[in-house]
């Protein structure tokens, strides 16, 4: 398995509140991204990076910042959750774009 | 903006038959398209990628075909068996500055004895 992981692998939190998603790799990879996965919309990218400190949005952008100050980590913050923001996040990277991307575990965020 | 579109939305097959998955996408400049299969609880993983240059892709049960003219590429699983029950998502991504995949909306695979 490629070295990647998200925490926390779970978490509620209430809606208004600050949230941080983290994800750490080891295999030293440019590409990072953060998608969220929800029944019948498959994966969205929500913001990507292609180094550190150079980010992008996805299609998913909104509500939704993002930070990579080193190469290894990239962290996902919900500035203020809210319920439509309920659903599976997952980070994913790569070495070389158009090539394999290795997925995380998931993390399973509810916001109620 | 739903730039990939596939189908079917879920799909049974009987144990030894064939699964077929499709997709169709709109940019012209993709230029690299994978499929990812993805259990329960876990992330998606890669199971087979074409580039448009070939026609025909096969990895022992799992074939891609591509159509480029009609922006269309299929997965087809031979011998389908109970193991292969997950959800398959086909993807996308190329184009200049375009690193990131386009994902389509995923199909659940169940195959029954």
């Known amino acids: 398995d490629a070295g990647i992981t998200q925490s926390p692998r779970h978490k509620v939190t209430e809606t208004g509140t600050p949230v941080t998603l983290r994800c750490h790799q080891t295999e030293n990879h440019r590409y990072m991204y953060w998608y969220r996965q929800d029944p019948g919309h498959g994966l969205r990218l929500i913001h990507y990076?292609?180094?550190?400190?150079?980010?992008d949005k996805g299609e998913v952008s909104d509500g939704y910042s993002v930070s990579r100050s080193k190469t290894e980590d990239f962290l996902l913050t919900l500035e203020s959750a809210t319920s439509s923001q309920t659903s599976v996040y997952f980070c994913?990277?790569?070495?070389?774009?158009?090539?394999?991307?290795?997925f995380g575990q998931g993390t399973r965020l509810t916001v109620v | 903006q739903q730039q990939v579109k596939q189908s079917p939305q879920s799909l049974i097959v009987q144990k030894g038959g064939i699964s077929i998955i499709n997709c169709a996408y709109e940019n012209t400049a993709f230029d690299y398209f994978p499929w990812y299969q993805q259990f329960p609880g876990k992330g998606p993983a890669l199971l087979i990628a074409i580039r448009p240059d070939v026609s025909e892709k096969k990895e022992g049960r799992f074939t891609i075909s591509f159509n480029k003219s009609a922006k269309q590429f299929s997965l087809h699983i031979m011998d389908s068996q109970p193991g292969d029950s997950a959800t398959y998502f086909c993807?996308?991504?190329?184009?200049?500055?375009?690193?990131?995949?386009?994902f389509g909306t995923g199909t659940r695979l169940t195959i029954i004895p």
């Open positions: 990076s292609y180094g550190v400190k150079d980010t």
């Open positions: 993807a996308a991504s190329g184009g200049f500055g375009n690193e990131k995949l386009t």
């Open positions: 994913a990277i790569s070495g070389v774009a158009r090539t394999e991307a290795f």
